[in-house]
């Protein structure tokens, strides 16, 4: 049972609009929230977080929603530049699986963007 | 520095080897693990370390045995594999401390592993 679904594949964009990639997840002790950057051939990269306290984090042209309610999460890239391309992972954990979730992360299946010139 | 170096990069091993993957950190970070990659597959979590005690073992298969020698070291050993173990095999660290520190993993470029 997957927990944490990213369903686009894949996300074709033109330099300067907005990449909009989507995560839903089922866990409803989830309390915490990622987004990773993978390039090919290196480990993912840390993006932007954010706790379930909150609705929104906005970081340079990064932005991310969550949506308690329906269980869904958003990463907004506004402007979009070609150097965004690359696989993006949604992530998730419950902080109070065992008192601490140590590193835990549930991940979603991941979004290739890419971002035409 | 803020990398997280794991060697070798590719490693290609029959059913019967006896091989390691290495992992290196020199963030101060006290918590470390491995991941575990399919193709088209999200990382899945094999093990975790905690001020260099193991804290999480997902139910892995003892044909991988995990070691900490220190809070800088991380060593993945690998005995009598399957050629389905064949994944890219990710190390990451953590601050350590408080749950949401924890959360901000930093990965390795991975071992990519193939089990002929």
């Known amino acids: 049972d997957q927990q944490v679904k990213q369903n686009s594949p894949s996300l074709s964009v033109q330099e300067g609009r907005i990449s909009i990639l989507n995560c839903d997840y089922t866990?409803?002790?989830?309390?915490?929230f990622l987004w990773y950057k993978k390039y090919p051939a290196e480990g993912p990269t840390f993006l932007i977080s954010?706790?379930?306290?909150?609705d929104k984090n906005e970081d340079g042209r990064f932005t991310v929603f969550l949506n308690k309610s329906a269980k869904h999460l958003s990463l907004h890239i506004v402007p979009s530049q070609p150097g965004d391309s690359a696989v993006y992972f949604c992530a998730a954990s419950d902080s109070n699986a065992g008192g601490t979730s140590y590193g835990k992360l549930t991940f979603g299946q991941g979004t290739i963007l890419t971002v035409h010139p | 520095d803020t990398e997280v170096t794991q060697t070798p990069k590719h490693l290609v091993m029959g059913m019967t080897n006896k091989k390691s993957l290495k992992c290196e950190q020199h963030m101060g970070h006290r918590a470390m693990y491995w991941y575990k990659q399919k193709a088209k597959k999200p990382p899945e979590l094999m093990f975790v370390?905690?001020?260099?005690?193991?804290?999480i073992n997902e139910s892995v298969p003892s044909r991988f045995s995990p070691e900490c020698p220190n809070s800088s070291l991380l060593n993945l050993h690998l005995h009598a594999l399957q050629p389905e173990d064949s994944a890219l095999y990710l190390c990451?660290?953590?601050?350590?401390?408080?749950?949401?520190?924890?959360?901000?993993?930093?990965f390795g470029s991975g071992t990519q592993l193939s089990v002929l």
């Open positions: 990451a660290s953590s601050q350590g401390g408080s749950a949401r520190d924890n959360e901000k993993l930093f």
């Open positions: 866990n409803s002790m989830f309390d915490y």
């Open positions: 954010i706790s379930s306290i909150k």
């Open positions: 370390y905690s001020y260099e005690k193991l804290s």
